[in-house]
């Protein structure tokens, strides 16, 4: 991997977004089998991923290739048709290209394309993962004190906090960035996709690893047009955005964005709706045991002794694992209660919104909180990084 290495120079590029792609043979292997040698060296020529937007006449200008307009926005439009490039369009119509990130792009973008043959996604998806759970996840969730990732609370839990009026301190009241639904409401555009997580993991098992909704994947504004352009997403309007939530809710996944207040109007605007067996988030925070890897939401959950009828709902739903039953040791079966570990606990209000007795409240008692915009929080993300 030597630095004339079309892939060695492309990988810097990429190691120019916020999470980092170390310089592994995994990866190397990786982009062999995403870009051939002749894109992988065209494609270098772009900057930091998703910032540096060129169109096609700039971009010759500044790549001194002898490759004509034609010839360039001909290789283009394939890369983004594979979903290894991302573009969008100004207002005047005309399209700029930019480098996709590792993760979130790539990833999501390829596998949600199903541009390839099956045997070739197959392969990819195979050294994918390789390289997310040898290298990226314990780089990821473990390089910084400021996580890149946030957890948003069931809207359902919130609501619950919301409707019960106790009066709290200024510093303890829900804020409009714990709100999921105050999310949807600012957006403009919203688009709603096939989650690429679970895609990936029925490419790796051979067959469906959960049972959990696949329709759930939510961006919005120009990440939402990419993917509608692409036919990979359709545009939703507010009102079936929170229903699509309220799915996701009652099926146990959790919604996770990213660790920063200013939602859709920048890049990457998206919810992930996350399993711990498929999606990459909470496998990753798993994977590397930390559940501080992503950040948790200002709540905890609370469970009212006296509803509570064991019946052990919330032990099934926790994604972390966080929830026990401790089995009665005395006569009267006082002891015969329910707990939660609040060091794995991450806040998600799962446990809360899917109680059928409606035992568990989610409490506010931290007041974190995350930088107002994307830049503030990769700023911080690195400004933060322990290694």
Known sequence: MSETDPYEKLRRKLNLFTLRVPKTKTFHKLLELLYTPEEAEIISTFGMPYIDYMRVPWFIK??????????????????VKRGVLFKRIDKKGRP??????????IFEFYFMSKAEPP???KEVAHVLEDYFFDTFAP?????????????LPAQKAVEKVIELGEE??????????????????????????ICPCRDHAELIDGKSRCDKPRDVC???EAIADYWVEKGIARYVDHEEAMEVLRRAEDAGLVHSTTNNQLFGLEIPGMICNCCPCCCFILQGILKVNRPRGIAQSNFDPVIDRELCKICKECIDV??????FHHPPHKDDLSDNLIYVTLDKCIGCGLCASNCP?????????????PEETAAGSSLRYLKEHIH
């Open 62 to 79: 500044k790549s001194k290739t002898e490759k004509s307009e034609e010839e360039i926005s001909e290789m283009f439009e394939n890369l």
């Open 96 to 105: 700029s290209y930019a480098l996709a990130p590792y993760i979130p792009g």
């Open 119 to 121: 045997e070739k996604m």
């Open 139 to 151: 780089e990821t969730f473990n390089s910084s004190k400021y996580p890149f990732f946030r957890v």
């Open 168 to 193: 709290v301190p200024t510093e303890f009241q829900v804020l409009p960035f714990e709100i999921v639904s105050q999310y949807i409401s600012s957006a403009r555009r919203i688009a709603v996709g």
């Open 218 to 220: 939510m961006v919005f």
């Open 318 to 323: 926790c994604p972390m694992g966080a929830i």
């Open 357 to 369: 007795h409606n035992a568990i409240t989610m409490k506010k008692i931290r007041s974190q909180i």
